[in-house]
């Protein structure tokens, strides 16, 4: 896959996304936001990635932001449609991809930027990276899942904090809080990434996609979180990895998962 904003590479079943903005601190533009739904839609589809790696250009900036140029002169309306797309085929389409995505926070994380790491399933962050909502500094709030995902996280009174004051935090505040899963040194972060990935990898493909499915339904009002556990632990009856699992473990040997 060849895109200009974005750099991609499957090494190991892991599909590496890198957003190549470095001059812009890796801004989303609507080309961006455009390459990520593309690739992500990619990923889960394709049989050969496993999971997902998403940082960003440069030492910087994960994403430090979206590209307020392009929406200056929105109308409500407009404004609405560009938070109800980019929602649908970015952040939402991350959260639900049947493959883990780890967003490996290599600097600053704000807006629009952090709002793309919350869609991800794990977030690790380097030590001295800051993260923040700033929109409301703008005159705005957050509009791709922001409020949501940094409620469901940290909690409302952390999140309204962080939202109303539009305060940066630090990594390790945000691990104190549960915003991010691990702070490591920056030389660290890319290793990291992939240990937690690689051990994913070695199980059951259904079963971590069946867990997305159960954990995601946790905090969709929409949803009895119950009954889509029930459902989708059913359905890993039916699958071959299952009778796998069980067989290794009946003779004592590490299971070999197909993803059927």
């Known amino acids: 896959m060849t895109y200009n904003n974005l750099l991609s590479e499957i090494k190991d079943q892991v599909l590496h996304l890198t957003i190549n903005r470095e001059s812009k601190l890796n801004a989303l533009n ?3 936001l455009a390459e990520l739904a ?62 883990p995505v780890i967003a490996a926070i290599n600097g600053f994380a704000l807006g629009g930027g ?23 500094s703008l ?20 999140a309204f904090e962080i939202i109303a004051t539009a305060d940066m935090i630090t990594a390790e505040r945000a691990a104190e809080i549960g915003l991010v899963n691990h702070v490591v040194a920056r030389e660290e972060l890319q290793a990291k990434a ?27 009002p929409q ?3 119950y009954e889509v556990e029930i459902r989708a632990f059913g359905n890993c009856f039916n699958t071959e990895d299952f009778k796998e699992g069980v067989t290794a473990f009946m003779e004592k040997r590490k299971p070999v998962f197909k993803g059927k």
């Open 194 to 220: 992939l240990e937690l990935l690689s051990k994913i990898i070695t199980r059951a493909p259904l079963a971590v996609a069946n867990a997305i499915v159960a954990v995601n339904a946790a905090t969709d």
């Open 114 to 136: 952090l709002e793309l790491a919350m869609a991800c399933h794990i977030r690790i962050a380097v030590s001295g990276a800051k993260l923040g909502l700033p929109e409301v």
């Open 38 to 99: 593309d690739a992500i839609s990619f990923a889960a589809s394709n049989e050969n990635v496993r999971g997902v790696l998403l940082t960003g250009a440069g030492e910087k900036a994960f994403v430090a932001g979206a590209d307020i140029s392009e929406f200056s002169s929105f109308n409500a309306e407009q404004g609405e449609q560009l938070a109800l797309q980019g929602q649908a085929n970015v952040f939402d389409a991350i959260e639900n991809c049947p493959k």
């Open 139 to 158: 005159g705005l709030i957050p509009g791709y899942g922001g409020t949501q995902r940094l409620t469901q996280l940290v909690g409302k009174g952390h």
């Open 223 to 225: 949803l009895n979180g």
């Open 30 to 32: 609507k080309e961006t």
